[in-house]
């Protein structure tokens, strides 16, 4: 299974980026999907993620910013990030847990990390 990321790049503070995730490759379902971060000198940590059952959870740090979005039939995930401050500065990385038969037991996949730069 491969995710592609895509999207990031810098911003001014107040500004808007969105980024997306594309899963391919031997994937019977996806039963969730999520957006991390790591900023310089910090630990992953959780930005948010949406099950394929339609539920959608966000860090504290990013609720009524960030939105996450999927398109099920592409298996893509959306994020959409606006009133961006500084200390959102970090490398994006967006998983997927996903079972590529009906009777595997699923696995965690990583994408590469897209950087988004937020500063004046």
């Known amino acids: 299974v491969q995710l592609q990321a895509s999207g990031g790049g810098s911003v001014q503070p107040g500004g808007s980026l969105s980024l997306s995730c594309a899963a391919s490759?031997?994937?019977?379902?996806?039963?969730?999907m999520g957006w991390y971060r790591q900023a310089p000198g910090k630990e992953r940590e959780l930005v948010g993620y949406?099950?394929?059952?339609?539920?959608?959870n966000y860090a504290d740090s990013v609720k009524g910013r960030f939105t996450i979005s999927r398109d099920s039939a592409n298996n893509t995930l959306y994020l959409q990030m606006n009133s961006l401050k500084p200390e959102d500065t970090a490398v994006y990385y967006c998983?997927?847990?996903?079972?590529?038969?009906?009777?595997?037991?699923?696995?965690?996949?990583w994408g590469q990390g897209t950087l988004v730069t937020v500063s004046s």
């Open positions: 998983n997927a847990l996903t079972t590529a038969t009906a009777s595997a037991a699923p696995n965690v996949y």
């Open positions: 490759g031997s994937i019977f379902s996806i039963s969730a």
């Open positions: 949406s099950t394929f059952g339609s539920s959608t």
